[in-house]
């Protein structure tokens, strides 16, 4: 899996000029009320990321993070080129929770295969064999489990938008398999190519996941929603 910080084929991730342009002309309370992001009373929103709390801020065309009482900028590249796709895509309020698909039921299903079929491989080295570990990390991150497979969460990388991992031990005749399954109304916000990004971000927490001693100030939910803003 390529760095955080570079695609997939190694370049720098930027989000374009265009796309930020376009989120600062939309209205932050109907986006709130269609991704459940927090506005601000400057213009900004935040958002829970699993369980890290980030800052897309379209006035300084930059994605933050929470240090002490302000907000510093992320180096997140790939977190942030998703959540700009997002914030500019989303156009309703979708249902959760139902017509679960995988990536080839998907209207883009062409787009997950070869080089851009979903990285599963890192997973099944970590977890096949580690039913626990990956309940105990899916639960850190703030994901639920679920009645499938023989281990299975919902992850939150938005708070409205949602991923469905599914996990089957290998043994001595089979061996693991882990399935990623979306809700059918992610086509409508994000492209088979940021759908990727996101999974490929998402999985790289499950691999790596933050110290919960260093990022307990992230990573609470009782934090409050809008500190004063300081420019970094």
Known sequence: MPPRAYAADGSHLRVAKEYWERLKQKDVLTLSAQTQFEP?????????????RMMVDPVSACLRRPVGASWDRADDPLLE????????????????????????DLKEGHFFQGPHELRTAPLLERYGQDLQGFRRVSEALGGEPLDMADAAVRLKPFPRLHLYYLLW???????????VLFERSIENVLAADA??????????ELLDPPATSATSADRDPRRPAAQPFKKK
């Open 40 to 52: 601000t009373p400057d213009g900004r929103l935040v958002f829970q990321f699993l369980q890290r």
């Open 81 to 104: 080129l998703v959540s700009v796709l997002y914030l500019v895509n989303v156009r309703d309020v979708y249902p959760l929770g139902r017509d679960l698909v995988s990536p080839q």
């Open 169 to 179: 031990e290998g043994d001595v005749e089979f061996p693991a398999r882990l399935d």
């Open 195 to 204: 759908i990727w990004a996101l999974v490929n971000r998402v999985s790289a």
